[in-house]
């Protein structure tokens, strides 16, 4: 093999140009060539490829975004787009591809290996919602500025003595609610895998105020339901005023947090020595501190799990 190219696709997480550096420089120490893709799917049909040399990865690994840019491209779902794609990879004498995204990154992947090209896929969104691995590139540090904001948000909430409501990015998936309610110590997490019961909720604000808390916070799933519809719920039966704060478009942004970097750095050289072994259409991932790499269909048949021992766990200390 030499010469392979990378890209990004769907939304944008902290982490992918650590990968994307990874596979430069894991490729060029096996004296593999790398061209860059740039604005994911798009950019291989319209042809939009970058020579990738050392140096051009440089100053990256802590750099948030991704340089490549990215892109939703439905067109990619059409037999002709992909044909053309596939021709300006061989017409660039290009060996392997790797796709960093999501599932639907990886739907796009998986038409260009029926085809015949090696594709590997590594796991880049900020949701943590791709099944067959525990972790995805961007959670850890959407998840440290998710709890930076609830910290600062409890700051204000215990002087005035309010209820707020912090809404939460992650699609379908519950898994930075979760993780952010356990680590920021919220009183209540609603997740999409887990129905809600607005009596209980109540229920335990009310317990709280009565042993003298002084703030409450619940963080809502963006898939469970906006978080201005739950602060009216709440106020309707509480008779209290509720707040309202909706972290948006900023969880996705800032500088990786080491352990994302790591993650990708670990995914990234990985991904390129899947190709050198002639393997296509598998995805990495972590599972028990372990980089592995399974079928890539596995992530887009098979559906997200959260880990609901932590939901329990939430509860039972937020007692
Ligand atoms: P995120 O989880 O951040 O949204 P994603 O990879 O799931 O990431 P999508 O927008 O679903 O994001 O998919 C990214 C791109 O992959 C699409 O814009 C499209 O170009 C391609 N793609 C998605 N589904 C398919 C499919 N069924 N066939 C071909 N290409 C697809």
């Known amino acids: 093999m030499k010469k392979i190219a990378v890209l990004t696709s769907g939304g944008d997480a902290p982490g992918m140009n650590a990968a994307v550096r990874a596979v430069v420089r894991k490729a060029a120490y096996h004296g593999i060539e790398v061209v860059g893709v740039k604005y994911g799917y798009e950019g291989l049909t319209n042809g939009q490829f970058e020579e990738l040399d050392l140096g051009s990865v440089g100053s990256l690994i802590q750099r948030g975004g991704t340089f490549l840019n990215s892109a939703r491209f439905p067109e990619f779902k059409e037999d002709a787009v992909q044909q053309k794609a596939l021709d300006n990879l061989q017409a660039a004498g290009i060996e392997g591809l790797v796709v960093i995204g999501g599932d639907g990154s990886y739907r796009g992947a998986m038409t260009l290996v029926a085809k015949g090209f090696p594709v590997v896929g590594i796991p880049g969104t900020i949701d943590n919602d791709v099944p067959g691995t525990e972790y995805t590139i961007g959670f850890d540090t959407a998840l440290n500025t998710?709890?930076?904001?609830i910290d600062k948000i409890r700051d204000t909430a215990t002087s005035h003595e309010n209820s707020f409501v912090v809404e939460v990015m992650g699609r379908d998936a519950g898994d930075l609610a979760l993780w952010a309610g356990l680590a920021a110590g919220a009183e209540t997490v609603l997740i999409p895998e887990e129905a809600y019961d607005l009596d209980d909720i109540v229920e335990r604000l009310e317990r709280g105020a009565a042993r003298g808390k002084k703030h409450s916070i619940i963080i809502v799933a963006e898939g469970v339901m906006p978080g201005h519809k739950i602060a009216e719920l709440l106020e309707a039966k509480t008779g209290k005023k509720t707040r309202v704060s909706?972290?948006?478009?900023m969880q996705r942004g800032g500088s990786p947090t080491a352990r994302d970097r790591v993650l990708a750095s670990q995914f990234g050289a990985y991904a390129v020595e899947l190709l050198m072994e002639g393997k296509?259409?598998?995805?990495v991932g972590v599972r028990n501190h372990q980089v592995?790499?399974?079928?890539?269909p596995e992530a887009f048949q098979k559906n997200h799990e959260?880990?609901?021992s932590l939901y329990t766990l939430m509860k039972e200390l937020s007692i």
């Open 280 to 283: 296509a259409g598998r995805a």
């Open 246 to 249: 909706v972290l948006g478009h």
């Open 292 to 296: 592995i790499d399974y079928d890539m």
């Open 146 to 149: 998710v709890v930076e904001a």
């Open 306 to 308: 959260a880990d609901m």
